[in-house]
C-alpha cells in the first residue's frame, strides 16, 4: 500500500542504471548525519575539523538549523527523509511511548527518499539511520536496537549483524571494509566511514544516508566543550576525508553532493527534574504502568498523557497541580499548550509539554525527589535557543557555492535532495533555502 501511495504522489522524472553504465551521467546525494552536530564544529576556530571546514568554505552553510519537536534523535531523522513534522510521518520520540519497544519503517506514514529513488530504479544505501530495519534498502547496515542489546550482554558475537543487514552485505563488509570487529566496534564512527566509503566507492548508490553518533555520546557524557568531544568530531573529520577519496575513485566527484547535518544541538546541565513526583504525591501516578496521568520525558522535555483522553476531571488535577507551584518551582519551564504542540507537529494525543529553562534536564521516574543535582549535555528541548540548534553543510554538484543560509529547518533536507535528484517529492513542511541550488 506504502510503495502504491509513493507511485500515486510522485512524478519521477526518467533515470535508469544499466550493467556497466557510464555512472559519469548520473547523479549521486550523500546525506551525512553527526548526531548532535552543532554549528560551532565549523564556525568556531578551536575545533579540530579541517574536512568539515574545507567543504564549508567550498560549498554553502547555514548559520543554524531548527530540529523538530522534541529535538531528539528519531524523529528528526525521519524529517530529514520525509521533508514532514512528526504529526504526518509518525515517529514522535526515540521509542513508542507505548505497545511496541522499538519502531519499524511500516510505523512511518509517509513516503521517504529511500522509496523515492528506489521507485526510479536507482539504488540507495542506509548506514545506522534510525527505523531502517527491515526496510528496502538495497545496502542496508540498519540502526537497530539489537545492537545496544547486544553491547549490554557483553556478546562478543557480530553474526546477528548478518540478520538486520541486507542479504549478504554484513559478510561483503567484513571481507572487503572493516573486517571481523567486536560487537563494541559494530557502529563506531570510525567503521562507519569505512563501510559508507567501500559501499559509495563499489556500489555508487544513487541516495546514501549514514549516520555517526559519536558526538552525541561524548556531549550527553562530558558536555558540550570537552576534549573527549573533539577528539569524536576529529575521528567523524577523518571518516569524511576518506569518503571525499572514495567519492573521487569512485570517478562520481563532478556529479555528487555531499549534505552534512544533524538532529539536533546540545547544552550543558546542572539540574534534573522530575515531574511525575508531583502527579505521584496526588495520586494521579503509582508506576509506569499504573497512572491515571503521566509526563513522558524526551531527553529534555516532557510530554503529559492521560490514560483515558476524555477524563477532563483529570487534566483539571494535573493544571491545578501545574498552578499551584512555587514561583521558583514554575520558573523551571514553560508550558506548551496543545494548540501550541499540533502547530509544532507533535503528538496529537499529548494534552501539553514542559520545556524546561537551560540547564535543567526532565527524568521520567515518579519517585524519589523532585530535583537532583546532574552532569553533562542534554537535548530534547523546544529549538527556542541557540544551543539546541544544529548545523548544515552543503558541498559539491548543484549547489551555488559561498551561499550563506541564515537559518534552515530540519524538514527543509528532504527537498533539497529531492530537488538534486530529480524527483517531484511530497514534502510539504520543509522548503528549499533561496540561492543554494543552481537552476
Given at each position: 500500500m506504502k510503495k502504491l501511495l509513493i507511485i500515486l504522489h510522485l512524478f519521477i522524472l526518467p533515470a535508469t542504471i544499466a550493467s556497466g553504465q557510464d555512472y559519469s551521467s548520473e547523479r549521486y546525494v550523500i546525506l551525512i548525519s553527526i548526531d548532535g552536530f552543532r554549528p560551532a564544529f565549523y564556525l568556531d576556530s578551536g575545533w579540530s575539523a579541517p574536512t568539515l571546514k574545507r567543504l564549508m568554505h567550498e560549498g554553502v552553510y547555514a548559520t543554524g538549523v531548527k530540529p523538530v519537536f522534541p529535538s531528539v534523535t528519531y524523529p528528526n531523522h525521519v524529517s530529514m527523509i520525509t521533508g514532514v513534522l512528526p504529526d504526518k510521518h509518525g515517529i514522535f520520540y526515540n521509542r513508542p511511548r507505548m505497545g511496541q519497544k522499538r519502531w519499524n519503517p511500516t510505523m512511518i506514514k509517509s513516503p521517504t527518499l529511500f522509496d523515492a529513488v528506489q521507485a526510479t530504479g536507482r539504488s540507495s544505501s542506509a548506514l545506522f539511520w534510525p527505523v531502517t530495519a527491515g526496510a528496502s534498502i538495497q545496502y542496508n547496515v540498519p540502526g537497530s536496537p539489537r545492537i545496544r542489546q547486544m553491547k549490554a550482554s557483553g556478546s562478543k558475537s557480530t553474526d546477528f549483524m548478518n540478520a538486520i543487514a541486507s542479504p549478504g552485505l554484513w559478510k561483503?563488509?567484513?571481507?572487503?571494509?572493516?573486517?571481523?570487529?567486536?560487537?563494541?566496534?559494530?557502529?563506531?564512527?570510525?567503521?562507519?566511514?569505512?563501510?559508507?566509503?567501500?559501499?559509495?566507492?563499489?556500489?555508487?548508490?544513487?541516495?546514501?544516508?549514514?549516520?555517526?553518533?559519536?558526538?552525541?555520546?561524548?556531549?550527553?557524557?562530558?558536555?558540550?566543550?570537552?576534549?573527549?568531544?573533539?577528539?569524536?568530531?576529529?575521528?567523524?573529520?577523518?571518516?569524511?576525508n576518506e569518503i571525499l577519496i572514495a567519492i573521487d575513485q569512485a570517478g562520481i566527484t563532478n556529479n555528487t553532493t555531499l549534505l552534512i547535518t544533524g538532529d539536533h544541538g546540545f547544552h550543558d546541565v546542572n539540574l534534573a527534574l522530575a515531574p511525575n513526583v508531583w502527579l505521584k504525591k496526588k495520586g494521579l501516578y503509582k508506576s509506569s504502568t499504573r497512572w491515571k496521568a503521566k509526563f513522558y520525558t524526551s531527553n529534555g522535555s516532557a510530554f503529559l498523557y492521560l490514560k483515558d483522553p476524555n477524563d477532563e476531571r483529570t487534566?483539571?488535577?494535573?493544571?491545578?497541580?501545574?498552578?499551584?507551584?512555587?514561583?521558583?518551582?514554575?520558573?523551571?519551564?514553560?508550558?506548551i499548550e496543545r494548540e501550541e504542540l499540533q502547530t509544532l507537529g507533535a503528538d496529537a494525543d499529548a494534552l501539553l509539554a514542559l520545556n524546561p529553562v537551560q540547564g535543567i534536564v526532565l527524568r521520567q521516574t515518579g519517585s524519589g525527589k523532585l530535583t537532583r543535582s546532574a552532569t553533562g549535555g542534554a537535548h530534547g528541548y523546544f529549538a527556542d535557543f541557540p544551543e539546541i540548534m544544529t548545523g548544515f553543510v552543503g558541498w559539491g554538484s548543484g549547489l551555488n557555492a559561498g551561499v550563506i543560509v541564515p537559518q534552515m529547518n530540519v524538514p527543509d533536507i528532504a527537498p533539497i535532495i529531492a530537488r538534486l535528484l530529480g524527483i517531484d517529492f511530497p514534502s510539504e513542511d520543509g522548503r528549499v533555502a533561496d540561492g543554494i541550488l543552481k537552476d
Open positions: 561483503e563488509l567484513e571481507q572487503n571494509a572493516i573486517g571481523k570487529i567486536a560487537v563494541a566496534d559494530v557502529n563506531s564512527d570510525m567503521n562507519t566511514g569505512r563501510m559508507a566509503s567501500y559501499i559509495i566507492r563499489t556500489h555508487k548508490p544513487t541516495f546514501t544516508a549514514i549516520r555517526f553518533a559519536g558526538i552525541d555520546h561524548a556531549q550527553h557524557k562530558v558536555g558540550i566543550n570537552n576534549q573527549s568531544v573533539d577528539q569524536a568530531l576529529r575521528i567523524i573529520d577523518q571518516a569524511l487534566l483539571r488535577r494535573v493544571r491545578k497541580i501545574l498552578d499551584d507551584l512555587s514561583e521558583e518551582e514554575k520558573k523551571m519551564f514553560r508550558i
